[in-house]
T-cell receptor, first 114, second 111 residues
Framework: ETGVTQTPRHLVMGMTNKKSLKCEQHLGHNAMYWYKQSAKKPLELMFV???????ENNSVPSRFSPECPNSSHLFLHLHTLQPEDSALYLCASSHEGPGTDTQYFGPGTRLTVL | GESVGLHLPTLSVQEGDNSIINCAYSNSASDYFIWYKQESGKGPQFIID?????DKRQGQRVTVLLNKTVKHLSLQIAATQPGDSAVYFC??????????FGQGTELSVKP
């Protein structure tokens, strides 16, 4: 256990559905991240939050909408996704802002878009 | 753009042997490097890191070597065990603090 939990672990949704992914970190960290991991490709950074403020959006389509109500929780709201959005979505946290120290990852949500 | 790549997509070793996983990075200004292990169905797990002012760092059964001259990073696992079977990937921190991740090498340990 890394201290970062994600729910659900698996999600199957249709292209017209709306769903949300949840991440919670119990490490007292101030920065949280969403990554997308597709087969045979490196991790792709999607969003970064530092002290609840979004500091990076890596040209992510608007059908992905992040929310960070506090430093311990991070959500990724999904709507009208495409089949190519099927991937493992990973949440991570670090003590300080991006790049300053090690990021700790959750187990991920395996998303399948039909 | 920046990229971090691994020389081999798969590596198969005999239990008890030493494993060496390699990583090439492209940004000479990168100042921090991390190795992660990702087991099936799990998120990446931090293994070891090294800063650019060092060329070697040792952990428990793992050693990371950094060669800045050729922009090469390696992870050495001593006495590889079946539990070491996983995908290993490196990451570099480029200017501005962003982490760039490599594609990964799948390590398979034969009993």
């Amino acid at each position: 256990e890394t201290g970062v939990t994600q729910t659900p672990r698996h999600l199957v949704m249709g292209m017209t559905n709306k769903k949300s992914l949840k991440c919670e970190q119990h490490l007292g960290h101030n920065a949280m991240y969403w990554y997308k991991q597709s087969a045979k490709k490196p991790l792709e950074l999607m969003f970064v939050y530092n002290f609840k403020e979004q500091t990076e959006n890596n040209s992510v389509p608007s059908r992905f909408s992040p929310e960070c109500p506090n430093s311990s929780h991070l959500f990724l709201h999904l709507h009208t996704l495409q089949p190519e959005d099927s991937a493992l979505y990973l949440c991570a946290s670090s003590h300080e802002g991006p790049g300053t120290d090690t990021q700790y990852f959750g187990p991920g949500t395996r998303l399948t878009v039909l | 753009g920046e990229s971090v790549g691994l020389h081999l997509p798969t590596l198969s070793v005999q239990e008890g042997d030493n494993s060496i996983i390699n990583c090439a990075y492209s940004n000479s200004a990168s100042d921090y490097f991390i190795w992660y292990k990702q087991e099936s169905g799990k998120g990446p797990q931090f293994i070891i890191d090294i800063r650019s002012n060092m060329d070697k760092r040792q952990g428990q059964r793992v050693t990371v070597l950094l060669n800045k001259t050729v922009k090469h990073l390696s992870l050495q696992i001593a006495a590889t065990q079946p539990g070491d079977s996983a995908v290993y990937f490196c990451a570099e921190r480029i200017q501005g603090g962003k982490l760039i991740f490599g594609q990964g090498t799948e390590l398979s340990v034969k009993p």
